[in-house]
């Protein structure tokens, strides 16, 4: 069982469409690291968020820390196909890293 | 400033085999964390080595163990390869401990056969 669920698992998008990604827990994390993996590569580190309620926005992607730091939330708008990949996120608790299963984006032209 | 390097890149060793991987972090890092990846689990946390200490482990067997050196290089061996132990190997650095920002290396992909 995953400490961090995931959601949607797979979605494959037109260019220019909106999309949310979902991260969600039972337990209560310090912190929260969104992470963009592309094929043959490692993790790339996208945002980390540390207060309950935070909201980042790099670009045209919005990161949202839950208010009770257990669950999160990625937004990307118009996206493009560079979007394409692996999402995830990643709780920090007791300082150990603790990953979602992932959001496999497919953004078509 | 160079990125995490992990070498090899890939392998193919037999049931049986052992194996050693290895991951150089970004120059001033002392914290390596070593991750397993597979289609089916995800990004599974193996251990994580501060200062050449072990500081956290995963619920891995103890076929998967790990050091880490002076210069924070890190090396972690499989021993006695089995089917399942096929899989993304990914070395993620931290300048502390893997509370901080971690930065991960292109991986090695390793096929047991």
């Known amino acids: 069982t995953q400490l961090l669920e995931q959601s949607p698992q797979f979605l494959s998008i037109q260019e220019g469409e909106n999309l949310t990604v979902y991260c969600n827990s039972s337990?209560?994390?310090?912190?929260l690291q969104w992470y963009r993996q592309e094929p043959g590569e490692g993790p790339v580190l996208l945002v980390t968020?540390?207060?309950?309620?935070e909201v980042k926005k790099l670009k045209r992607l919005t990161f949202q820390f839950g208010d009770a730091r257990k669950d999160s939330s990625l937004h990307i708008t118009a996206a493009q196909p560079g979007d394409t990949g692996l999402y995830l996120c990643a709780g920090v608790g007791f300082n150990k890293f603790y990953f979602g299963s992932g959001t496999k984006l497919n953004v078509k032209p | 400033k160079a990125g995490v390097t992990q070498t090899p890149r890939y392998l193919i060793k037999t049931r049986g085999q052992q194996v050693t991987l290895s991951c150089s972090p970004i120059?001033?890092?002392?914290?390596v964390s070593w991750y397993q990846q597979t289609p089916g689990q995800g990004l599974q946390f193996l251990f994580e080595?501060?200062?050449?200490?072990?500081?956290n482990k995963g619920n891995f067997p103890g076929r998967f163990s790990g050091r880490q050196f002076s210069n924070s290089r890190s090396e972690m061996n499989v021993s006695t390869l089995e089917l399942g132990d096929s899989a993304l190997y990914l070395c993620a650095s931290s300048l502390r401990l893997a509370g901080d920002e971690q930065y991960f290396g292109p991986g090695t992909r390793l096929t047991v056969t």
């Open positions: 120059s001033g890092h002392r914290s």
């Open positions: 337990s209560v994390f310090s912190s």
């Open positions: 968020v540390v207060t309950g309620g």
């Open positions: 080595y501060f200062s050449e200490t072990q500081r």
